[in-house]
């Protein structure tokens, strides 16, 4: 891989975070029985992965307990290989890390440098897909740094670009495993054919629900912890979801989380909510043969914000779905506003929330990378 030119830390950037960590620190406490510093807690609730945070700014040739959970989580996002001894990984920070950290932030857009500084931690923080970046050793993400000043596409596919049979224009699909969630099976019915609907709109694919698993092509469940599959759950927060290349065609959601089906997700009450369409939407596009993408407008980006919608396919979406399976002469294009100035919105108006800041830093973090 190549040293990208933008190693420099942009000062509208350092700014920007520090106001959005200062106003995470004055931000109120709203319970008297909270232990001291905001932070601490946020990070205790927002994710397995909180500890990263005791890791900024630790770089190359140290050793400091936790770099070993590093290595776990970027070997199963795809950045390492698995340890090769059975004691797992060590907690020194060696030149294989700091390799799999550099692509880690080419792959988000963030400054190229292999250390844990603060935006890394941040944007590895951040709930996400379960599904690898990087598969087989090959990154399948296209990397940010330039993209937007030349237009070029960064949607991606699973190696060897596996897709439904062209003759197939209609899939089925069932929800088949529903028992840990609350929430009603019309109301998971209505959001499935919603998020289906994203993407036959672009495409000449149709999908239909079937109440039979073994007529449908796709089934979808919600299961936890470890399922069988060898992609155990975590919990609220950190992994949300993941789904099966074509044409395997399993969706399984982590039951862990407060999954929000109807009504508007940023008025949730709880700060862990996460937008079951917008998720839906995003593992879709596995099911269908996308792979992550670099975009952070796209579907296909892999962290989304809690107490956030993302349903509207962008451009980089659109294009890729379309050269796998054409386009719906119908469709009449994204309706997406430019990403900038849209997460840049969202991301203030969450900062008034404690325990979203922490992720909302990540948005305007990357929101400003792409944007400059
Ligand atoms: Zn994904
Ligand atoms: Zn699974």
Redesign the pocket.
């Known amino acids: 891989m190549t040293m990208a030119s933008s190693s420099t830390t942009s000062p509208l950037l350092v700014l920007i975070t520090a106001m959005a960590v200062a106003a995470l620190v004055a931000a109120p406490v709203s319970s008297a029985d909270l232990p001291s510093g905001v932070a601490s807690i946020a990070s205790k609730i927002l994710s397995p992965w909180s500890a990263f945070n005791n890791l900024t700014g630790c770089h190359f040739g140290e050793e400091q307990q936790g770099v070993a959970k590093v290595k776990d989580y970027l070997a199963h996002f795809g950045y390492l290989p698995e340890p090769s001894s059975s004691g797992g990984f060590t907690d020194i920070f060696d030149a294989d890390l700091e390799e799999a950290i550099k692509v880690y932030q080419r792959n988000f857009g963030l400054d190229i440098n292999g250390v844990m500084d603060a935006p890394t931690v941040t944007q590895m923080m951040a709930p996400r897909c379960g599904v690898a970046d990087v598969i087989n050793g090959t990154s399948t993400m296209g990397g940010a740094s330039s993209a937007h000043v030349h237009g070029r596409n960064l949607y991606t596919y699973f190696p060897g670009s596996p897709t439904w049979p062209r003759s197939r224009k209609s899939l089925k699909y069932a929800i088949t495993q529903t028992s840990l969630t609350s929430i009603d099976r019309a109301t998971l019915s209505q959001v499935f054919a919603r998020a289906f609907a994203r993407w036959s709109a672009a495409t000449t694919l149709n999908f239909t629900e079937t109440t039979s698993a073994n007529d449908a092509d796709i089934t979808i469940g919600f299961?936890a912890g470890d399922?069988g599959?060898g992609?155990a759950?975590d919990g609220p927060l950190g992994t949300l979801a993941?789904a099966f290349s074509p044409t395997d065609g399993?969706f399984?959601l982590d039951a862990a989380e407060t999954w929000v089906a109807s009504g508007d997700v940023s008025q949730a009450s709880s700060d862990v909510a996460v937008d079951l369409e917008s998720v839906a939407v995003h593992e879709i596009g596995h099911l269908l043969g996308l792979g992550h993408s670099s975009e952070l407008d796209a579907i296909m980006y892999p962290t989304i914000t809690s107490r956030t919608r993302k349903v509207d396919l962008a451009s980089d979406d659109v294009v890729g779905i379309q050269s796998l399976y054409g386009g719906n002469p119908n469709f009449k294009g994204v309706t997406t506003s430019p990403s900038s100035s849209r997460d840049m919105d969202s991301a203030a108006g969450e900062l008034s929330r404690p325990w979203s800041a922490l992720v909302a830093v990540a948005a305007v973090a990357a929101g400003l990378v792409v944007a400059l």
């Open positions: 299961y399922h599959d992609e759950f993941h399993r399984h």
